[in-house]
């Protein structure tokens, strides 16, 4: 489970918020991209709430992105079933989020460029 302070900081800097039984798995900043990103495990049954709708992808071209959660945050995603993106303007800043459903959980993960 992550903690309110957690939620707030992630709803405050890129709108999202996050259901209280996520689980945190990662954050990080990429100082090529100047982002700050944050992965999240989340219960299939409970859902993000999102400013901006995400889009269906081609589960074949989100298989890099996969990987890539997998590595950074020493998960195994399992066979995706579904996979969101989505991009929206915050003050100051743009964020994009990626959403992997699996069969048990979602994973999330949430960048935000600056």
């Given at each position: 489970?992550?903690?309110?302070?957690?939620?707030?900081?992630?709803?405050?800097?890129?709108?999202?918020?996050?259901?209280?039984?996520?689980?945190?798995?990662?954050v990080g900043n990429d100082p090529r991209l100047d982002s700050e990103v944050w992965l999240f495990e989340i219960e299939s049954n409970n859902t993000?709430?999102?400013?901006?709708?995400?889009?269906?992808?081609?589960?074949?071209?989100?298989?890099?992105?996969?990987?890539?959660?997998?590595?950074?945050?020493?998960?195994?995603?399992?066979?995706?079933?579904?996979?969101?993106?989505?991009?929206?303007?915050?003050?100051?800043?743009?964020?994009?989020?990626?959403?992997?459903?699996?069969?048990?959980?979602?994973?999330?993960?949430?960048?935000?460029?600056?």
């Amino acid at each position: 489970m992550i903690t309110s302070n957690v939620i707030s900081d992630v709803e405050i800097k890129t709108g999202v918020k996050l259901p209280k039984s996520s689980r945190f798995v990662f954050v990080g900043n990429d100082p090529r991209l100047d982002s700050e990103v944050w992965l999240f495990e989340i219960e299939s049954n409970n859902t993000a709430q999102f400013p901006r709708q995400l889009d269906p992808q081609s589960i074949a071209n989100g298989r890099d992105v996969e990987q890539m959660m997998e590595q950074v945050g020493a998960i195994s995603i399992g066979t995706p079933k579904t996979l969101y993106f989505g991009t929206w303007e915050m003050s100051n800043a743009q964020c994009q989020a990626t959403l992997i459903t699996a069969s048990n959980c979602d994973y999330l993960m949430l960048e935000k460029l600056y």
